[in-house]
């Protein structure tokens, strides 16, 4: 069944038309076949693509095979500002990435700057950011578009080693508390934003503990005028399992074989995990993290498949190796 054509396009709606089809795919366009495909005369399209070439100047190439005459868009292969073509596509996968993550103010402000980088540079793969080849799916995602201001607040406290006043309602809780704390690293994980800081005592010179607060669970942030004199934590940049809620303990979890086994044998789950291959084609695991808790409940999700084993079992199993 033929499309049914609109004839009765303005000839702005059709200018908008052309420059999206010659700017969204590379190749080359006959005249013939665009004036079909526009429903008008090929004097339109040539007039339209004169206005176009008014615009971009030498990007709309013109030509002619065997008399039929042809157009199409070049992309910039130079640098702009220290970006091309190569980079907004990465940059593009990084935004899908980080999407659950990123308020829609952050998302919208993105694909602005993303869009308007692509036309520019009038790269065909990279003017929309609904052309990626990848699509990332969450679970259980948290719109943190209300939270946009407390993020925006906490980025420069952290910045600045500003003491902040926050308001937080732990989980199960139903009152929220007032902490004073001095804000360290803003971390995602398990598809949730956590503010990683260092309570205050009193006198605000002195370190109380370490506190790990989630982004969506904060009612309210008021950075002091006052920057923190104590001595922070440094940040070894270490990527234990979970979120660090004590000092560093290692754990050995053996893994059946079979799917369970290939499926952590595949998987970083610590920077500094190790895995032993064993001769029955399990796996023992050897993990250190921060949060035993969530170790403990992330082993039990599989059932009889994953067997905690004390330090000294694990030696044992493995010098039979």
């Given at each position: 069944m033929a499309l049914k054509k609109n004839s009765d396009?303005?000839?702005?709606?059709?200018?908008?038309?052309?420059?999206?089809?010659?700017?969204?795919?590379?190749r080359k366009h006959y005249l013939q076949e665009l004036a079909e495909w526009l429903d008008c005369s090929p004097q339109t399209v040539l007039r339209l693509a004169a206005e176009i070439e008014r615009e971009i100047g030498t990007h709309l190439e013109t030509g002619q095979d065997r008399r039929k005459r042809w157009y199409r868009i070049r992309p910039r292969t130079v640098h702009l500002s220290g970006v091309d073509c190569e980079e907004i596509r990465y940059l593009t996968l990084c935004r899908e990435l980080a999407a659950p993550y990123l308020p829609e103010q952050v998302k919208q402000r993105i694909d602005e700057s993303i869009s308007s980088l692509s036309l520019t540079l009038l790269d065909p793969a990279v003017t929309g950011i609904n052309n990626s080849a990848y699509a990332f799916f969450s679970k259980g995602r948290i719109d943190y578009s209300p939270h946009f201001e407390q993020l925006a607040i906490l980025e420069k406290a952290i910045t600045e080693k500003r003491i902040c006043r926050v308001i937080y309602r732990a989980a199960g809780k139903e009152q929220a508390r007032?902490?004073?704390?001095?804000?360290?690293?803003?971390?995602?994980?398990?598809?949730?934003?956590?503010?990683?800081?260092?309570?205050?005592?009193?006198?605000?010179?002195?370190?109380?503990?370490?506190?790990?607060?989630?982004?969506?669970?904060?009612?309210?942030?008021?950075?002091?005028?006052?920057?923190?004199t104590c001595e922070l934590p440094v940040d070894t940049g270490e990527n234990f399992f979970g979120l660090p809620w004590h000092e560093p303990r290692t754990f050995y979890i053996k893994f059946t074989q079979g799917k369970v086994s290939d499926y952590v044998r595949e998987r970083i789950w610590s920077n500094n995990q190790v895995i032993h291959e064993l001769s029955d084609h399990s796996v023992l695991l050897e993990i250190t993290t921060r949060s035993q808790q969530e170790l403990m409940a992330w082993a039990r999700s599989f059932?009889?498949?994953?067997?905690?084993?004390?330090?000294?079992?694990?030696?044992?199993?493995?010098?039979?190796?």
């Open positions: 396009a303005t000839p702005g709606a059709k200018l908008l038309k052309l420059f999206r089809r010659l700017l969204v795919n590379g007032e902490h004073c704390l001095v804000p360290l690293r803003l971390i995602s994980m398990n598809n949730a934003l956590y503010l990683i800081g260092v309570s205050l005592e009193e006198d605000l010179r002195t370190i109380h503990h370490h506190i790990t607060m989630a982004i969506h669970r904060i009612r309210e942030v008021r950075q002091t005028t006052m920057c923190s059932g009889p498949d994953a067997e905690l084993l004390s330090q000294d079992d694990a030696q044992a199993l493995l010098s039979l190796q």
